[in-house]
């Protein structure tokens, strides 16, 4: 049985820093692409950023995390981290993880391109 397994998370203030990490494991067919969603309370779940392992290592990033966040994986573990820094009170959200094999036609920013999902830690971050 498939299992998106977080970790990471928790609470910090303005400034600071956090890890998220993740780990897919079960019967899922090559997977080649992990990213990161959240949830921002009272808003809709949004992209964060993605890694994609095809003809080479693509990341992307929405751009009010760029420069802040950095995503990186190991595709033969099926595992991906997240290093948050500079964290802003504005980047407290339910966070989750994604996963797949993306086809070529397959957006790694876009919700619907992942059938796999975990359940989501938490980041709040204070000022």
């Known amino acids: 049985q498939e299992q998106v397994v977080e970790s990471g998370g928790g609470s910090v203030e303005a400034g600071g820093s956090l890890e998220l990490s993740c780990v897919i494991s079960?019967?899922?067919?090559?997977?080649?692409?992990m990213a990161w969603f959240r949830q921002r309370p009272g808003n809709e779940r949004e992209f964060v950023t993605a890694i994609r392992w095809s003809g080479g290592v693509r990341t992307y990033y929405r751009d009010s995390v760029k420069g802040r966040f950095t995503i990186s994986g190991d595709n033969a573990r099926n595992t991906m981290i997240l290093q948050m820094n500079s964290l802003k009170p504005e980047d407290t959200a339910v966070y989750y993880c994604?996963?797949?094999?993306?086809?070529?036609?397959?957006?790694?920013?876009?919700?619907?391109?992942?059938?796999?999902w975990g359940h989501g830690p938490q980041v709040t971050v204070s000022l």
């Open positions: 994604a996963g797949d094999h993306l086809w070529d036609m397959d957006d790694a920013t876009e919700q619907p391109s992942y059938d796999y």
């Open positions: 079960g019967s899922i067919f090559d997977i080649n692409g």
